[in-house]
């Protein structure tokens, strides 16, 4: 059974940072690209930033236009944890943060519904 975990998730204020970290079980963590997602009360989910695996085990990193620059995402394969470092919050970035897990490649433009297995969320909360 594949479980995704979030955590980290929180109140600060603007300007300030946070560390979400996902820890995955029950899949090839190695060979899943991993992405973030992010949805904001009454706005659909979207896209964040993705670690997406290739076949020569090198990753790829993408990220949305709205968080590039201050937004990290990274992986530890040895502890199949993949982690969102958010730097420069503003309050647009609350919402609710979701790890995802796809099989394979994945780009910015990966449709959500091609992502195999979800986290529960962490809910971020930017004050201003």
């Known amino acids: 059974q594949v479980r995704l975990v979030e955590s980290g998730g929180g109140l600060v204020q603007a300007g300030g940072s946070l560390r979400l970290s996902c820890e995955a079980s029950?899949?090839?963590?190695?060979?899943?690209?991993m992405g973030w997602f992010r949805q904001a009360p009454g706005q659909e989910r979207e896209f964040v930033a993705v670690?997406?695996?290739?076949?020569?085990?090198?990753?790829?990193?993408y990220y949305s236009d709205a968080v590039r620059g201050r937004f990290t995402v990274s992986r530890d394969n040895a502890k199949n944890m993949v982690s969102l470092q958010m730097n420069s919050l503003n309050p647009e970035d609350t919402a609710v943060y979701y790890c995802?897990?796809?099989?394979?490649?994945?780009?910015?433009?990966?449709?959500?519904?091609?992502?195999?297995?979800w986290g529960q969320g962490t809910q971020v909360t930017v004050s201003s």
């Open positions: 995802a897990a796809k099989g394979g490649a994945a780009v910015a433009g990966t449709p959500q519904y091609d992502y195999h297995y």
């Open positions: 029950g899949l090839t963590f190695s060979r899943y690209a």
């Open positions: 670690s997406s695996w290739n076949s020569s085990s090198t990753y790829y990193l």
